[in-house]
């Protein structure tokens, strides 16, 4: 049972075009949604996050969208650029002890 | 301050050996938590300690043992490896004040059963 789904495996697009992840979940009970960033060799790094009952955050350029009613988020990043290539992960989380749910992760590549 | 260490960073064993992979955090928080990555798959959660002396199982448990030695430190063990423990482990660890679950890993340790 896949909570948190990444169905895009990968992703292409231009140098300072807009880049969209997307991501659906199944879990209500997510208090919080997550992104996190992946390097080749290197721990995953925290990118930004969003409540659950916010429907929108935004932290220079990359944004989160929440959609509840759907299950769905998705992190737009503007405007995309080479070092923003990287292993996407979508993160659910909620209740006690910080548990958190990985999707599979998008790989996204912006080229120069 | 080096935030999340883990040692070693690779490792190669045969089917049987055990060994235990070591986690050590630098800054003061009171959870600690095992993941491992398979090839094209999210990270699963093995084992959790909430506070120094207290463990519980996650996802995927089976097959693992851990400690939680002191504040700082959190043991990850294979007792007898198996070639479907080949993966990479990250340890992780969360600000204990943190409204977002956010968590900072380390950088991972490579290891291979053969």
């Known amino acids: 049972d896949q909570q948190v789904k990444q169905n895009s495996p990968s992703l292409s697009v231009q140098e300072g075009r807009i880049s969209i992840l997307n991501c659906d979940y199944t879990?209500?009970?997510?208090?919080?949604f997550l992104w996190y960033k992946k390097y080749p060799a290197e721990g995953p790094t925290f990118l930004i996050s969003i409540s659950s009952i916010k429907d929108k955050n935004e932290d220079g350029r990359f944004t989160v969208f929440l959609n509840k009613s759907a299950k769905h988020l998705s992190l737009h990043i503007v405007p995309s650029q080479p070092g923003d290539s990287a292993v996407y992960f979508c993160?659910?989380?909620?209740?006690?002890?910080?548990?958190?749910?990985f999707g599979k992760g998008t790989l996204l590549t912006v080229n120069p | 301050n080096a935030g999340v260490t883990q040692t070693p960073k690779f490792q190669v064993l045969k089917t049987g050996q055990s060994m235990t992979l070591q986690c050590a955090q630098d800054m003061n928080h009171n959870s600690m938590y095992w993941y491992r990555q398979d090839p094209g798959m999210g990270l699963r959660l093995i084992y959790y300690?909430?506070?120094?002396?207290?463990?519980d199982k996650g996802e995927v448990p089976n097959g693992y043992n851990v400690s939680r030695l002191n504040k700082r430190e959190f043991s990850l063990r294979l007792e007898s490896a198996a070639p479907s423990q080949t993966s990479v482990y990250f340890c992780?660890?969360?600000?204990?004040?943190?409204?977002?679950?956010?968590?900072?890993f380390g950088p991972g340790t490579r290891l291979t059963v053969t």
């Open positions: 300690s909430a506070s120094e002396g207290t463990t």
């Open positions: 879990n209500s009970m997510f208090d919080y």
């Open positions: 992780a660890s969360p600000p204990d004040s943190g409204s977002s679950y956010e968590q900072y």
């Open positions: 993160v659910g989380s909620g209740g006690s002890n910080y548990k958190l749910t």
